[in-house]
């Protein structure tokens, strides 16, 4: 069975065999493909940003990370204790634990949800708390927090890396800290994407902006993508890379692809030919728009890094396997914490 241990395993490697020297600072968009329901209605997806030296002294508080910390994943949500922004370490992110040996192999709903509520219950409980009565008093809450944790179970994640300085870092947790962090989210003008393009844009001001002409000035997280690749192509002595996050195998539904807000009208029949229909003109004046300046596809050539930055890589098309944790938390054959990576046999079937 293909399995993945994905994002921090690498990073555990680096830091076992260089003596916990830090690596160089980055900052990377998170591109992440929609699911459920809402998904296939929005499949814009959801951005957050990643910063590699700097991590979550709180949800809400930012402070340099020290050796060994693989730093923090930023975003906007949406009613969580009313809160704009919210700061989560990688590795819980990613996969609700707080070790890279407890991530399972596989995941089902059930799996997925009990991760969460045991993560909410240790590190969360001030921003969800538990139900205060009624038949689920005791329980986990409704609501949009589940978007804090186990991201990788939902979907898959695109990365887009690019370097920061110290003093870059420094200057950007000072300005999040001693900003008030009220929420005031919007779908259309205020959204996760339109915080990450915010974000990007105190590293380095102006390089991501809006799409009026292909996204009707809705910020996605496609056009944040585009905007940053375009951004390093014109200026190559920064250093740009690409990476992708797979979903964690199991029995949950695969995520969707994701789309810019005139490319989902576009690719869609029961959106497109009602509207030729109706108004030819306008439909023209979409798939023009889609044609000139929207078809921004998924990098094909990014490698699937078991951390953003690391060292251990591998196509899209040949994905890295993880052997299996034993009850101990140790790899078979392995030095006990360290984790081992090897190549399967055949090409993985497609996600």
Not at 132 to 141: D, Q, R, S, V
Not at 256 to 278: C, F, R, T
Request: charged share 20%.
């Amino acid at each position: 069975m293909r399995t993945i241990r994905v994002a921090l395993t690498g990073l555990t490697l680096v830091l076992l065999a260089m003596g916990g020297l830090r690596a160089r600072a980055d900052a990377a968009l998170l591109m992440e493909e929609p699911y459920a329901k809402f998904g296939a209605f929005n499949p814009t997806g959801h951005a957050a940003i990643y910063l590699n030296h700097i991590c979550a002294e709180s949800p809400t508080r930012l402070r340099p990370c020290r050796a060994g910390e693989p730093g923090a994943v930023i975003s906007r949500y949406h009613k969580i204790d009313g809160y704009d922004w919210l700061a989560i370490p990688l590795v819980p992110y990613l996969y609700a634990v707080e070790r890279v040996e407890d991530v399972p192999t596989t995941a089902d709903e059930e799996l997925e949800a009990s991760l969460r509520d045991r993560y909410r219950r240790n590190h969360l409980l001030a921003f969800a708390p538990d139900v205060a009565e009624g038949k689920k008093a005791g329980e986990a809450p409704e609501g949009e927090w589940t978007q804090l944790i186990g991201a990788s179970y939902d979907r898959r994640i695109y990365g887009f890396q690019i370097q920061t300085t110290a003093e870059e870092d420094e200057r950007f947790m000072d300005k999040f800290n001693d900003s008030p962090n009220v929420g005031h989210f919007n779908l259309l003008f205020h959204n996760c994407a339109d915080f990450s393009r915010t974000l990007l844009n105190v590293y380095y001001p102006h390089s991501v902006h809006r799409n009026f002409f292909v996204d009707l000035g809705i910020t996605t997280p496609k056009q944040v993508a585009r905007s940053l690749t375009k951004y390093s192509d014109r200026h190559p002595e920064l250093t740009f890379s690409t990476f992708m996050i797979p979903q964690v195998p199991g029995s949950i539904k695969r995520s969707h692809s994701i789309d810019g807000v005139v490319e989902s009208v576009v690719k869609s029949k029961k959106y497109v030919v009602p509207l030729a229909v109706l108004n030819p003109e306008i439909a023209a004046g979409l798939v023009v728009a889609y044609l000139t300046d929207g078809r921004f596809q998924t990098p094909k050539d990014a490698t699937v890094e078991i951390v953003p930055g690391g060292t251990v890589t591998d196509t899209v098309e040949s994905e890295p396997v993880i052997a299996p944790v034993t009850n101990s938390g140790s790899v078979p054959g392995s030095v006990p914490g360290a984790l081992e990576t090897r190549r399967p046999l055949s090409p993985p079937a497609p996600q």
